[in-house]
Each structure stands twice: as C-alpha cells, then as structure tokens.
C-alpha cells in the first residue's frame, strides 16, 4: 500500500527526547518492507514557541506560519536521521519532490509547505498528490473527540465520523499560526473532495501505525458521507 502518515510534532518531539525518533524509526522501517511510506513530520511546541517569539516581534501570520514551517522541518531532519539509509536523505520541501524522491524506494519524510495550514493539510494533498491508499493522522489522543479529552472527562471518542461531521465542528475553531488542535479545515476539504481513506490514532505508542494497518479497530475512521 502507499501510505501518507502525519506524525504531530507534540508526539515527535516530546520533552526534546531522542527516543520517540528512534521507536518511530524502527516501526516505519519495518512497514516499509511492505508499504510506501511517505511521513509529515508536524513542529509540536518547539514550533509553537519560535511562532511565539515571532508574534512578540509583530510579524505578520504568514510569516509565523514560515517560521512554523522551519521547525517543522527541523523535526523532519531529525527522522530522517533516525532512519538513516531508509530515508531519502533529504527533507522533501514540496510534493513534487515528495514524489521524485519516492523513485527510490526509501521513506520520504517533509515537514511543511506553505503558510495558512497544518502539516496535516500537507499530509492530505500528499495524499492526493501520490495517490494514497490510506492516510494515518498520528496524535497524542486516542483518536478524534467530541471535546478536549485531556480537559474533559466525559468527551466521548467517534470510532467513525464523517468530513461534514468534522467540517461543523471545526467551523467554529481559531485558524491562526500555531493553533491547529486537531486536523484543520483545509485537511478535511481535501479528505472530502477525493475521499481518502483516513485513520486517526494515539501516535504515543508508534505500534499503532502498525496496528491501523492491519486493520485493528483503533481510533477514529473518517468515513464517506457520500
Ligand atoms: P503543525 O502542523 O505541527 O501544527 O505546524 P500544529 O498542528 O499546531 O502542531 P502539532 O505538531 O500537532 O503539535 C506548526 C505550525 O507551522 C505552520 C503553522 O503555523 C502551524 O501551526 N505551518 C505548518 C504552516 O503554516 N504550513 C504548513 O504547511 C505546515
């Protein structure tokens, strides 16, 4: 299967640990024997701090978003490290190059594009882009909620939803640098536009990528509204 994975920064790069690179390292090049792996790596707070300093400075968003970018590239380098000759070397800085890269066989890791989205809007247009069969959104929560799970105790998980589902809940969220709680509005245009095939899992444990795959029920599945 060729597969688009977004790994949320506030997984990745938790508590500056080299660890969460070396697991995600070791699960994704175990998957790559079977699979095409393309990865976004998302900025978590490192990305969030950078974007703070440059609000200070009264940069415009555009150019908190570029700054974001930056980071999220960073943490894209750093995975690529990890995997070491599994990876393209090089962080990919556009779908084009997203798809040049994959010529060789190895993972192909990028970080963000262009301001005024996520990286998990990128991990959708990549996903069209490549032609994807499955895209895996990898968070810090179990899957997608109906409210905050970490600030409310009765937020139920949806084990299924569908993009206008997601759309009404997001219509009445912030859009500004940094502030993406879970995919944005952008992403979930794109996964309703071309229908992909899109599963949202608890990223702190990496085996769940595996798992998704193999069809376990985890988190939460997008599913047509068609
Ligand atoms: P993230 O995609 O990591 O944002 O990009 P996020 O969802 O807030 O953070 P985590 O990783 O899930 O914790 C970080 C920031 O970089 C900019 C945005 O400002 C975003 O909030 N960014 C990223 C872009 O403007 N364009 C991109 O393509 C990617």
Not at 103 to 109: A, E, H, M, N, P
Not at 113 to 128: F, K, N, R
Not at 155 to 163: G, L, R, W
């Amino acid at each position: 299967m060729k597969i688009v994975i977004t790994i949320g920064g506030s997984i990745i790069i938790k508590n500056n640990d080299h660890n969460k690179f070396k697991d995600y390292a070791d699960i994704l090049r175990d998957m790559s024997h079977e699979n095409q792996l393309f990865i976004v790596v998302g900025g978590g707070k490192p990305a969030r701090d950078y974007i703070q300093i440059a609000r200070g400075l009264k940069a415009s968003e555009a150019a908190c978003d570029d700054i974001g970018i930056e980071v999220t590239r960073l943490n894209a380098k750093l995975l690529i490290m990890a995997l070491e000759e599994d990876a393209y070397p090089q962080v990919a800085k556009n779908f084009h190059e997203a798809l040049e890269f994959s010529v060789s066989g190895k993972i192909v890791i990028m970080g963000g594009t262009e301001p005024a989205h996520s990286t998990d809007a990128v991990g959708s247009i990549l996903a069209e882009f490549v032609n994807a069969d499955l895209m895996i959104n990898a968070t810090s929560v179990d899957g997608l909620y109906d409210k905050d799970p970490n600030k409310f105790k009765d937020a139920k998980m949806f084990t299924e939803i569908t993009p206008g589902e997601m759309l009404s809940i997001l219509s009445s969220k912030e859009n500004k640098a940094g502030t993406y709680e879970f995919l944005d509005i952008t992403t979930v245009q794109i996964i309703k536009r071309s229908n992909i095939k899109t599963l949202i899992v608890n990223g702190e444990d990496p085996e769940n990528l595996q798992k998704a795959v193999d069809g376990e029920k985890i988190g939460t599945s997008i599913i047509s509204d068609i």
